[in-house]
T-cell receptor, first 119, second 114 residues
Framework: DADVTQTPRNRITKTGKRIMLECSQT?????MYWYRQDPGLGLRLIYY???????NKGEISDGYSVSRQAQAKFSLSLESAIPNQTALYFC??????????????????FGPGTRLLVL | RKEVEQDPGPFNVPEGATVAFNCTYS??????FFWYRQDCRKEPKLLMS???SGNEDGRFTAQLNRASQYISLLIRDSKLSDSATYLC???????????????FGTGTRLTVIP
């Protein structure tokens, strides 16, 4: 079974609709992330959470909201979808640890992605 | 200016060839560096971390040049299974969030040809 799962895997919606993308993990990590990936732009951070009570905006949070329902669950909502939110969305967890001198050890584990098309 | 820049390629190389990718980063205070691999229509996966002294993992060698702010990945004896997009990733302080976040390059696409 996959350690990080995302539902749905594909979604087509219309402009103005509210949709929710869900992410679950069995890795026991505190840190979870939502990214979107667009051709030519790479992965960009939308929101992240370092634990259940911690939610932080990423580089491109406008038009999105998140909810960290439990350590294992982190959902992303588009309150009123617009066509430029068409993208591939990835959830990730990480096993972050500080190694001193500003260095970190971190591996991010990604879910399989959700392809979203907003018409 | 982007935090991380990569040549998108594509790089088309024959099996057995040696290929190298470079990546530059803009924040001189960045401390941690990684290469991720992403197969077509799949999620990114960590390939290797990049250490100051350089490091090797089988056919893969990663180097860091802090003075010039670039990271490299060398793949020797290319295999068909190496065909993928390679993402350069840097942990930097985000001016947007005020926290250290991972910044991903757009990726360099590699195709190994039989």
């Amino acid at each position: 079974d996959a350690d990080v799962t995302q539902t749905p895997r594909n979604r087509i919606t219309k402009t103005g609709k509210r949709i929710m993308l869900e992410c679950s993990q069995t890795k026991g990590h505190d840190r979870m992330y939502w990214y979107r990936q667009d051709p030519g732009l790479g992965l960009r951070l939308i929101y992240y959470s370092f634990d259940v009570k911690d939610i932080n905006k990423g580089e491109i949070s406008d038009g999105y909201s998140v909810s960290r329902q439990a350590q294992a669950k982190f959902s992303l909502s588009l309150e009123s979808a617009i066509p430029n939110q068409t993208a591939l969305y990835f959830c990730a967890t990480s096993d972050f640890s500080a190694m001193g001198s500003g260095r970190i050890r971190e591996t991010q584990y990604f879910g399989p992605g959700t392809r979203l098309l907003v018409l | 200016r982007k935090e991380v820049e990569q040549d998108p390629g594509p790089f088309n190389v024959p099996e057995g060839a040696t290929v190298a990718f470079n990546c530059t980063y803009s924040n001189s205070a960045s401390q941690s560096f990684f290469w991720y691999r992403q197969d077509c229509r799949k999620e990114p996966k960590l390939l290797m971390s990049v250490y100051s002294s350089g490091n090797e993992d089988g056919r893969f060698t990663a180097q860091l040049n802090r003075a010039s702010q670039y990271i490299s990945l060398l793949i020797r004896d290319s295999k068909l299974s190496d065909s993928a997009t390679y993402l350069c990733v840097v942990n930097s302080l985000s001016h947007q969030t005020g926290a250290n976040n991972l910044f991903f390059g757009t990726g360099t696409r590699l195709t190994v040809i039989p």
